[in-house]
């Protein structure tokens, strides 16, 4: 079944949970797909047209090497896997394995509130930590940074 129709699986005495965890679920799938649209906007899509236009006006072999070299550095830094994002990696890792386990819980229609409230909880958290530390970076660097 499609997550909308899901909800008819839901009875209407459950309707204040149902609720809050469709609330949830939306601002958790946000999260990811701002995850993923950053991934394939700035890492992807910007760094590489960046990468092509400097190979463009390689003249050597000595410059590929060296721009590609660049455009390395550059992915490593922007996909949050150098030693200053490791936190910030962290956090996103822990609210994808929370998302995991939120999907089991919604498939099982395991939708009570101590296993359901744990999960959200966590994500929460974690989600609101994540931002803190976005809105941080980019208020010290003019590099720019990852705008979850």
């Known amino acids: 079944k499609q997550w909308y129709q ?12 149902s609720t809050y965890v469709y609330c ?5 799938n946000h999260f990811i797909k ?15 047209s960046e ?3 400097e190979l463009d006006t390689a003249l050597e072999l000595d410059d590929y090497a ?13 996909c949050l896997l150098t030693p200053e994002f490791k936190t910030m990696l962290g956090a996103i890792r822990h609210v994808l394995n929370e998302a995991v386990k939120f999907k089991r819980l919604w498939d099982r ?6 296993p359901l409230d744990k999960v959200m909880s966590e994500v929460n958290k974690c989600i609101r930590f994540v ?7 980019n208020q010290m660097s003019v590099v720019p940074q990852p705008h979850f």
Not at 24 to 28: N, P, S, V, Y
Request: proline share 0%; with cysteine.
């Open 51 to 53: 990468m092509r236009h």
């Open 34 to 48: 701002m995850i993923q649209a950053y991934t394939m906007q700035r890492v992807l899509h910007c760094t590489g």
């Open 109 to 114: 229609k395991d939708l009570d509130e101590s």
């Open 66 to 78: 060296q721009i590609h070299k660049k455009y390395c550095l550059q992915m490593e830094e922007f």
């Open 24 to 28: 949830f679920r939306h601002e958790l």
């Open 131 to 137: 931002t803190m530390l976005v809105q941080r970076r």
């Open 6 to 17: 899901r909800r008819v699986a839901i009875t209407a005495g459950d309707a204040a949970v």
